[in-house]
Nanobody, 114 residues
């Protein structure tokens, strides 16, 4: 089992930037793809971005060109650099292992104001 802790959220104005971190416990972090998800108020949780073991990314269309996902296997940490934030990016952001879903962490809240 992998224990996941998200951090880095906050309140920012539209057009601003934030960098989220996901700290994972366990030696198995480096053998799995990792992903960011988000859940906006009143909506279903949705996929945001995935990073492969070798740091190859994929993105949801809604964040492509604005968000950058990366990982540091030596630190068991994954990141999400979010630029040009929009009000519709407001959500609780979670990380997880897409091929072996783990218990969801508490997430980190991102609030983007206009």
């Amino acid at each position: 089992q992998v224990h996941l802790v998200e951090s880095g959220g906050g309140m920012v104005q539209a057009g601003g930037s934030l960098r989220l971190s996901c700290a994972a416990s366990g030696r198995t972090f480096r053998i799995y793809r990792m992903a960011w998800y988000r859940q906006a108020p009143g909506k279903q949780r949705e996929h945001v971005a995935t990073v492969s073991v070798s740091n190859s990314p994929t993105y949801a269309d809604s964040v492509k060109g604005r968000f950058t996902i990366s990982r540091d296997n030596a630190k068991n940490t994954m990141y999400l650099q979010m630029n040009d934030l929009k009000t519709e990016d407001t959500a609780v952001y979670y990380c997880n292992v897409p091929d072996h879903l783990q218990p969801w962490g508490g997430g980190t809240l991102v609030t983007v104001s206009s």
